[in-house]
């Protein structure tokens, strides 16, 4: 692999006392869309203004294009930030949001106002270049602080839940809209948030954290149909959790019950946890099914129905399926065995509080 | 109905103490002490002493404005930086003097600033000469720029606060120096409060009477000594009432020129 654009190493950061990023390692590759994923407070915006330089890492390098950029104050970084709230500057109009970094650099005249067409033209804002910032909705500041960001041509950018305050079906769009820029730009984009769905849609590589921890790195599909622990397999999409037993390579022990898998390597009899995604489960006949239970639940959701089947062992399992069961009824449950993820359980206290937290 | 009722008590004492002192003084500014209409008591800031009053208050007053604001607009800057909630230092000492008297605070700095008070006397300890330092323009700037400095401050920090410290990331994420952040970031965005500050230092101090004084003795005379003498020792209200009216036409114009520049009327002292 060449070398890496940005790459973090053994970053480590506390804010009073509190450690908020532990010996955090990441490589991001040129022209990539990684994005940071994980739940409120785990430390994605700290390592985005580490990035940025809004903030300084207690142990660690920040290594951009082969050169350690750990001291260089953000004015001194070739990246942009479009931040949360957009930060745009009140006292001037659009145009001059959009110049501002240009006329620091001492650009020409002509060049800013080629600059500001091309710039709004990219975010479907022609001609908006004498409003003012308060006359603008959310997401059109949104876009103008994405203007304000590339026309310096930065070779990352860096992106911090920039939709989180749209609403749903603005944020669709949006997302297409940044998967549209982003081919088009051909620059890497850093993207933070902690919704799911936006990252599997977004990006190409997803880093999963938990308090302070990477918890998995991987391509969208990876991260969701191979969840190295629980915390990643429980944050990404809904899915059943449950204990079992390896008890052999490609053979897993779940409420007593054996289910063919495709894992191997697990050692034998060792404890572990198995994910299933709801819309893995097959619901058939009791008599074809692996474990039988009763359906104790049902929505209608649309493109799928979504029900709870209680297993005698007192599980809940939970189901989606286009086939719908109603409650009461005893149900066959069947998983094809490349549907089951088998999961190393946390050996140690330690372990699990830098694997898995739930 | 009920709210109309609630509001009476505020209705009574607009009219009692600002409708009505109000409507006297103009009353008193635009008769003569026979009740007869003249306009010989607005017209009278046009003699000598008068213009020279207005015009030593107006200097006197600007310059300590403008020492304000240079003082202040650090000032503001460390408050807003360190957050005044972190109890330092030097919230302490600024906010101290705010809580004694406003005459006692200048009336301690006549005991500091006399011939024979505090600081003559560390002089003449030090076999340094005596300085003359009371009774002079200087001191009556000293004591308006002492009293009036929270006015400054208070209004930009205010502003300063309700700027985001991402606005100010975002300058320097666009390559920004410190100095460009502050003359293209913070002193534009500031304006609002900075004007309200400059009204609300420059409005008493163009006015002021006590600080003239305790502090200029009787020989250095501002506007606001002349409309004093005028009602207190000379006892003719009308004159002052008319003097009066002429440094409300004057006040009333410099706010009117300030609002103009305060566009979105943030931070307005109004
Ligand atoms: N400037 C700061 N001072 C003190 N604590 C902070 C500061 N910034 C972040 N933190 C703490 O660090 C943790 C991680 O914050 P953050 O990186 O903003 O998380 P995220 O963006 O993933 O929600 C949180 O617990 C937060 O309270
Ligand atoms: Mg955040």
């Not at chain 1, 022609?126 to 041509?153: C, F, K, P, T």
């Not at chain 1, 429980?234 to 449950?242: K, P, R």
């Not at chain 2, 109905?1 to 009574?12: C, D, E, F, H, T």
Request: charged share 20%; glycine share 8%.
């Amino acid at each position: 692999m060449s070398q890496p654009l940005i790459d973090l190493r053994n970053i480590t950061k506390s804010f009073d006392g509190t450690v908020v990023l532990d010996d955090l390692n990441l490589s991001v590759a040129e022209n990539a869309f990684v994005t940071l994923l994980g739940p409120s407070g785990c430390g994605k915006t700290t390592t985005l203004r580490i990035i940025g330089g809004f903030e300084t890492a207690d142990r660690g390098q920040v290594v951009f294009d082969g050169e350690d950029i750990s001291k260089l104050p953000p004015n001194k970084r070739q990246l942009n930030t479009v931040f949360q709230k957009y930060a745009l500057f009140s006292h001037m109009n659009i145009a001059e949001n959009i110049a501002f970094g240009l006329k620091i650099k001492g650009k020409s005249n002509s060049y800013i106002q080629d600059k500001i067409k091309y710039a709004l033209k990219l975010v479907n804002l022609d001609g908006y270049e004498n409003r003012s910032v308060s006359s603008l909705s959310g997401g059109q500041q949104q876009r103008i602080a994405i203007a304000r960001a590339i026309v310096n041509e930065p070779r990352v950018l860096l992106l911090d839940e920039p939709l989180g305050a749209l609403d749903l079906k603005l944020r669709q769009d949006m997302q297409y809209e940044l998967i549209r820029l982003k081919n088009e730009l051909g620059i890497t984009f850093i993207y933070v948030t902690h919704d799911q769905e936006e990252a599997l849609t977004m990006s190409d590589t997803i880093v999963v954290m938990n308090q302070g921890y990477i918890q998995q790195m991987g391509t969208p599909e990876q991260i969701y149909n191979e969840p190295e622990n629980a915390f990643v397999a429980d944050f990404i999409g809904e899915s059943n959790i449950v204990p079992g037993i390896m008890i052999q390579d490609e053979l897993v022990e779940i409420f007593g019950t054996r289910f063919a898998c495709v894992d191997k390597g697990f050692g034998n009899n060792k404890p572990v946890d198995v994910v299933i995604r709801p819309e893995d489960i097959d619901l058939v006949d009791p008599s074809a099914g692996t474990l039988t239970g009763v359906c104790t639940h049902l929505i209608f959701k649309g493109v799928h129905y979504e029900m709870e089947v209680t297993t005698p062992d007192g599980f809940e399992w939970l189901v989606h399926s286009t086939d719908m069961c109603p409650v009461g009824k005893e149900v066959g449950i069947h998983v094809d065995p490349f549907d089951i993820q088998i999961m190393n359980k946390p050996a140690s206290e330690d372990e699990e509080a830098v694997g898995v937290n739930e | 109905m009920s709210k109309k009722l609630l509001a009476a008590p505020y209705l009574v004492w607009i009219a009692g103490f600002i409708i009505i002192p109000l409507a006297l003084i103009v009353y008193y500014g635009l008769t003569d002490r026979d009740g007869a209409f003249t306009l010989a008591n607005v017209v009278s800031i046009g003699t000598p002493e008068h213009r020279k009053a207005l015009w030593l208050s107006l200097w006197l007053s600007l310059l300590s404005t403008i020492v304000c604001l240079v003082l202040a607009y650090p000032l503001a800057m460390i408050l807003r930086n360190r957050g005044v909630g972190r109890g330092s230092f030097i919230v302490f000492i600024f906010i101290l003097p705010m809580w004694m008297n406003f005459l006692l605070r200048t009336m301690a700095w006549q005991t500091l600033l006399e011939k024979n008070g505090v600081i003559n006397g560390i002089l003449s300890l030090l076999h340094l000469p005596n300085q003359n330092l009371i009774n002079t323009a200087g001191a009556i700037i000293l004591g308006m720029v002492y009293n009036f400095l929270p006015f400054m401050v208070l209004p930009i920090y205010n502003v300063l606060c309700k700027i985001d410290d991402d606005t100010i990331n975002a300058a320097s994420d666009l390559g920004a120096n410190s100095i460009q952040t502050l003359l293209r970031i913070w002193f534009p965005l500031s304006v609002p409060g900075v004007i309200s500050g400059i009204t609300m230092v420059f409005v008493p101090a163009f006015t002021t009477f006590v600080i003239s004084n305790l502090l200029g003795g009787s020989k250095i005379l501002l506007i606001g000594n002349v409309i004093e003498q005028e009602f207190t020792r000379g006892s003719n209200w009308h004159l002052g009432s008319g003097l009066s009216l002429v440094l409300m036409v004057f006040i009333l114009l410099s706010m009117a020129v300030i609002a103009k520049y305060d566009k979105n009327g943030e931070g307005s002292a109004f």
